[in-house]
């Protein structure tokens, strides 16, 4: 799945000049609330479309209790920007794509007891706006609603392996949240 991403990513930018080779670099912060160090480049395709792609990666294990969130998440993202790219309100088609093992989280339902292991495919629709924040420095707030697709396999226990059945699953709802802090690179 990663490599079908990237060669889309290589087939859109070779398709035609970047509009003004406009560059932002990104971090979210709601993504970082969890732990999960994430970066993300979005890349001005025209006057007012634009790519974004961002990838999130958590190996943490937490002691003594054993909690997991660890999980690998790569979100890529056209935007349609009714103004110009980069400024204000903005409309998405969004994709994404996990891997998780995450598990033994004693304050949510059913992650307190079991661990899931399993892959993640979806995407959905998303709109946001970007806040200038100075020349360079920006503030984005986005949201996506969609679908996603699940197969995971669930156990016991982080480290006993003890499965107790193998799962797919249906999923319609948020799948994208942004509070990103912006760098513009021009």
């Known amino acids: 799945m990663v490599r079908i991403l990237l060669q889309l990513l290589i087939c859109l ?4 000049n970047l ?3 406009h560059i932002a670099t990104k971090t979210n912060l709601a993504y970082w609330a969890t732990t999960t160090p994430n970066l993300g480049v979005e890349i001005a395709l025209g006057h007012k479309t634009s790519l974004d792609i961002s990838g999130n990666y958590n190996a943490w294990t937490f002691l003594p209790d054993g909690m997991s969130l660890r999980h690998v998440l790569v979100q890529p993202e ?12 903005f409309f998405g088609v969004h994709g994404l794509w996990s891997k998780y093992n995450i598990g033994q989280i004693p304050f949510i339902p059913e992650l307190d007891q079991y661990t899931y292991r399993g892959h993640l495919y979806g995407g959905g629709v998303s709109y946001g706006y970007h806040f200038a924040l100075g020349r360079r420095w920006g503030l984005e707030l ?6 996603a697709y699940l197969e995971y396999n669930k156990y016991v226990c982080s480290e006993c392996a003890e499965l107790i059945g193998r799962y797919k699953r249906h999923y319609y709802g ?3 949240l942004g509070i990103s802090i912006i760098y513009l690179i021009h």
Request: with cysteine; net charge positive.
């Open 19 to 21: 509009y003004g080779q």
């Open 174 to 176: 948020p799948t994208k």
């Open 142 to 147: 986005s949201l996506g609603v969609g679908y």
């Open 13 to 16: 930018l070779s398709a035609g």
């Open 78 to 89: 056209f935007r349609y920007w009714p103004c110009k790219s980069f400024e204000g309100h």
